[in-house]
């Protein structure tokens, strides 16, 4: 595809189930990151993987996150046991290089109720 | 630990009136600064990158300017199409450090 593709594009899921959030990134594109983005807030940084490796995983806001990118293309972010606060939009950003020239996703919504 | 700090939260112009959106930063060793556009349900798209003091960029009615300590996103006779959050973050490393952006309405 031409973009960064995400999916699914809204979610809601109940207080304690476990979602997966999909991003496919531009063809070839080495590096990829996660951000969490709440209702009239800035992106806040998850993770960040370059290929296959998870290089920074330092805003994951606790053990029930988890994000892998197993041969180094698409990428899933799996939340465990949801909670309210975990409610926001999750961006997906491919990258060619270390520009620091992002190309983001339309994001996954995820509510929890 | 890198801050961006952006201000005001929100801003509203009429079509023409021109004005300024600031974006203060604290990071160890910038290696860019970026300026991004973000308009409601989308992911925000890159418009700029700046990366030593005194640098400018432009694009159409945007310009973006550089010091040691902020930067600003400079907005030239804006039209209504304009309306967006703009967004400004910084690089010390691989990561982007977002500030929590502007809501630029302009009316007609």
């Known amino acids: 595809g031409a973009g960064v593709s995400q999916s699914p594009r809204y979610k809601v899921a109940k207080r304690g189930q476990d979602v997966a959030l999909r991003c496919d990134p531009i063809s070839g594109h080495v590096s990829l990151f996660w951000y969490q983005q709440a209702l009239g807030q800035g992106p806040e940084f998850l993770t960040y993987f370059q290929n296959e490796a998870q290089l920074d995983k330092s805003g994951l806001p606790s053990d029930r996150f988890f994000a892998e990118r197993p041969e180094g293309s698409v990428s899933t972010l799996k939340i465990q046991r949801t909670q309210q606060e975990d409610s926001a939009v999750y961006l997906c950003?491919?990258?060619?290089?270390?520009?620091?020239?992002?190309?983001f996703g339309e994001g996954s919504r995820l509510t929890v109720l | 630990e890198d801050q961006v700090t952006q201000s005001p939260e929100a801003l509203r112009l009429q079509e023409g009136e021109s004005s300024s959106l600031n974006c203060s930063y604290t990071v160890s060793g910038l290696r860019g600064l970026f300026w991004y556009r973000q308009d409601p349900g989308k992911g925000p798209e890159f418009l700029f990158t700046l990366y030593s003091a005194g640098e400018e960029k432009e694009k159409e009615r945007l310009k973006a300017t550089l010091t040691k300590k902020e930067s600003f996103l400079h907005i030239t006779a804006p039209k209504p199409e304009d309306s967006a959050t703009y967004l400004c973050a910084v690089t010390g490393a691989q990561k982007l450090v977002f500030g929590q952006g502007t809501r630029l309405t302009i009316n007609p």
């Open positions: 950003a491919s990258s060619p290089g270390n520009t620091g020239e992002l190309f």
